[in-house]
């Protein structure tokens, strides 16, 4: 039986329908903003179309294992 997934990662099979890509490249998207404040990058999504819930969550992925801070 697979793992079902907790927290903000709960999120990442919906965004993944919702918007047509999958969560490697969103995190590709994230990468040249690693810079910004997680506020900012959330815009960063949401400037692209995505809802604020979904950009927040995988906005906080990003954060905590992708972007080497």
Known sequence: MAEQ?????????SI??????????????????AGLKHMEQVE?????GMGHGHANALVHVFRTEHSGA
């Open 44 to 48: 960063v999504l949401k400037d692209m």
């Open 16 to 33: 993944e329908e919702k918007y047509g890509r999958p969560i490697d490249e969103w995190i590709d998207v994230l990468r040249p903003h």
């Open 5 to 13: 997934m907790k927290g903000p990662k709960s999120y990442f099979p």
